[in-house]
C-alpha cells in the first residue's frame, strides 16, 4: 500500500480515480484530460495515481485541476509491453494497480487508465473480482451510428477471445444497462452478431445464444433484433451488438482502420491542386463537422462490465480530448448508479434461469 | 442438359461462363457489364446462362456484346432466399448450375455470378469438386489499401464459418497465387488475423497456424510478417491478410459499413449551408477521387479458391460497373493460369508436409 499524499477528496461528489501513468503521452496528456473533464463536470474529484514528485511538479501549473485532485504515489509504471500474468504477480505498486485499488475500497466510483488492455483487465478481474453470476467480464465499446443519439454500443471487443451462449446472454444483459445509464436509451435494441441473418446460419453457439437472447427480452428489459451483419455495426436498427471479444476486437480495429483510410484518402484528395484546395478551404466548416462525426477520440472510452467496480479503458494513445472523454463516460456512468443496476439486472435472469432449470416458474417482473 | 443455342465460343481467346440471373439487378445490369468488359477486354468471350428468350431479346440491343456472346438457355433462377441445401438438391436447370456446368466441362475457365453466395459456394464444392489437398474452400476479396497497386487481400470471408491450423496455412498457399496472378506481386508478405500481434495472445489455433506459416514461406514463395490486427488490413505492411470466413466475414462487411457511413456523413456535411455546398463543388474532382479510390464497386468480385476451377462472385448488387470490374477479375485469373498454379502450390507443401510427417526430408524447390 503506497502512503497517502493528501487526504481523500471531499464527499457529496463522485470520485473517479485515475492511473496517470501507463499512456503513450505520459502523465501530461492525463492531466490536461483532468483539467477538461473537470471544466464540464462540477461535481467531478479525482483520486491521481503515479510517482508524487513528477505528478505534484505538473499539478503546480493547473491549480484548477490541482484543487479537485487527491495524489496517490505509487513509483511503478505498467508497460505497454508488460505481460498480464506478470503484471498481476509482480504489479502491486503500480499505478495501474493503485488505481484499481481506489475502486475495490470505494473510495472512488470508477477507475480510468491508458495503460496496457491486457494487464488492466487482469488487474480488474483479481482485485476487483467478477459480479455474482457473471462468467466472462467483457469490454463495451461506443461505435459512431445513425441512430439520433450518434452511437451504438458493441460488447465484448476484447476482454476474453471466446464466448459460449450464456455469456453472450450476459453481455446482452450488460450492454442493457449500459445503454440505459450511458446513452439514455429505456429499452435498447439488442443485435447478435453473425455472418448473415438468417437463422439457419452461423456457429452453433451463435444458434443458442439467439434462442437464449430472445427469451430474456421482457426480465431484461431489452428488444432483440436477432442476428445482425458486420454492416449493422452503425445501422439505425440496433443499438447495442452482442459478440466474443476476438470477433468484437477485429471488427473495432477494422472499423477504426477504414475511417482512418477514407479520411487519409480525403486529405490527400483535397491536396491535390489549386481549385480542391480553394474548395476545401470553403468547406472547412463542413469537414470538421465531418471529422467531429467520427473523431475516434469521442468515442474514446473501453468500459470493463461484470466486475464489482466500473473501470474505464482510454486508448493509449489517447491526447488531452481522448482522456477527458474517457473521464466523462466514468462520471456519466457512476453518476446513474450504473453498477448497482447492471449488478441487479445479471442476477435477476441469473435467478430466473436458476427457476426455469429447476422447473421453478419465470417471475418476469419489469421495475 | 439444356440444348445449346449457339455454339461453343471460337478458340484462341479466354471464355468466361456467365450467370445472367440471381443479382438484385436481373440481366440487364450483368448484360452492361459484359459490355464494358469486352471493351477493354479484346480478348474475352462470353458463355451467358439463363432464360434464352429474355437474353435473346435484351443482346439485340446490344449487336457489340451479342457478337462475343453464346446464350445457354436455363429457365431456373437461384434466388437469395433459396437455402444452400436445396439448391444443391433441385438446383439443375438454373442459371447458376448451368454457368457453373460450363468450367466443370472446360468450355469456360472461369465462371460469374452475382446470386446467393452460399448456394453458388455449394454448387461449385459439388459440381467442381475441391482441389486434390485442400480441406476447406475459401472466398478472397480485396480491399482498399496504402500498398502501391491500391489494394490487399483477404480471405477466408465466408465459405466456411471456421478454419483451424491445416486450413489457414492452405489459405496462405492460395491467397499467395491469387498475389501473384491477380496483383502482380512476386513475393506477396502474408499476415494472419489476431486481436494482437504479440505472439502469445489469441485462440490455440493461430498460434499453430503460425507455426505452420512460417514453416512454409520457401517453399509456398512467400514472405510472413507474423500477426496482424484489424486495423492492418488497409496497411501497406502486408499484402495478403489470412482468417477464417466467420472473422473475414464479419470484418470484410464492418469496414465496408464503415467506409458506407463516413461517405454519408461526408454528403450531408457538405450539403450543411451555402458555402459547404460552394466548396464541396469547387473541390468536386477531389471528392470524385476520393470516391474512385473505395469505390466498394472497384473491388467487386469475391474468388473461390480451392476448387477444380475458378468462380468468382460478384456482389448481389452489383451495377454494370460492378459486374464488370468481377468480370475483368476473372479474366486476369483465367489468362494468368492462376487455377494451375494454385493447384501446383497446394499440392507441393501438401506432399512437403507429408513427407516430413513420413521422415523424409524437404525439398524446398522453388521453381
Known amino acids: 500500500m503506497q502512503p497517502e499524499s493528501r487526504s481523500t477528496a471531499l464527499s457529496g461528489r463522485i470520485v473517479i480515480s ?3 501513468m501507463g499512456g503513450d503521452r505520459g502523465p501530461v496528456a ?3 484530460g483532468l483539467a477538461e473533464a473537470a471544466g464540464r463536470n462540477p461535481d467531478v474529484e479525482f483520486i491521481l ?7 505534484t511538479r505538473l499539478l503546480a501549473k493547473r491549480p484548477e485541476v490541482a484543487a479537485r485532485c487527491t495524489i496517490r504515489h505509487a513509483a511503478g509504471v505498467v508497460t505497454m509491453e508488460d505481460k498480464p500474468g506478470q503484471v498481476m504477480r509482480h504489479g502491486e505498486g503500480t499505478s495501474m494497480w493503485s488505481a484499481i485499488e481506489s475502486v475495490r475500497n470505494r473510495e472512488a466510483t470508477a477507475a480510468v487508465s491508458c495503460g496496457n488492455t491486457g494487464a488492466l483487465m487482469a488487474l480488474s478481474v483479481i482485485r476487483l473480482r467478477k459480479l455474482p453470476g457473471v462468467n466472462r467480464p467483457a469490454i463495451a465499446c461506443l461505435w459512431p451510428s445513425r441512430n439520433p443519439g450518434g452511437f451504438n454500443l458493441m460488447l465484448d471487443v476484447g476482454a476474453d477471445i471466446k464466448a459460449d451462449a450464456p455469456d453472450l446472454l450476459q453481455f446482452a444483459l450488460m450492454g442493457t444497462s449500459y445503454a440505459r445509464n ?7 435494441r439488442i443485435g447478435l452478431l453473425n455472418v448473415g441473418t438468417e437463422e439457419h446460419k452461423g456457429r452453433a453457439e451463435l444458434k443458442a445464444a439467439h434462442e437464449l437472447i430472445a427469451g430474456a427480452t421482457e426480465l ?8 445482425v451483419e458486420g454492416g449493422d455495426l452503425p445501422s439505425d436498427r440496433v443499438d447495442v451488438i452482442v459478440t466474443d471479444g476476438f470477433t468484437g476486437n477485429v471488427a473495432l480495429k477494422t472499423g477504426e482502420g477504414t475511417a482512418r483510410l477514407v479520411g487519409d484518402f480525403l486529405r490527400e484528395a483535397f491536396n491535390a491542386g489549386l481549385l480542391s484546395r480553394f474548395g476545401g478551404l470553403l468547406a472547412l466548416g463542413a469537414l470538421e463537422r465531418l ?4 473523431d475516434p477520440r469521442r468515442v474514446n472510452g473501453g468500459v470493463f462490465l461484470g466486475l464489482n467496480g ?5 486508448h493509449g494513445s489517447a491526447d488531452a480530448t481522448g482522456v477527458a472523454a474517457a473521464i466523462d463516460l466514468a462520471f456519466r456512468l457512476a453518476k446513474s448508479g450504473f453498477q448497482e443496476r447492471l449488478a441487479a439486472r445479471v442476477a435477476s435472469v441469473a435467478q430466473a434461469r436458476q427457476d426455469a432449470a429447476e422447473g421453478g416458474t419465470t417471475n418476469g417482473t419489469s421495475e
Do not use: C, M, N, W
Request: cysteine-free.
Open 291 to 294: 471529422q467531429q462525426r467520427i
Open 220 to 227: 431484461g428489459q431489452f428488444d432483440y433484433v436477432g442476428f
Open 30 to 32: 492525463v492531466i490536461g
Open 18 to 20: 485515475i492511473d496517470a
Open 49 to 55: 495515481h503515479g510517482p508524487e514528485e513528477e505528478l
Open 310 to 314: 466500473t473501470v474505464v479503458k482510454s
Open 182 to 188: 450511458g446513452l439514455g436509451l429505456a429499452r435498447p
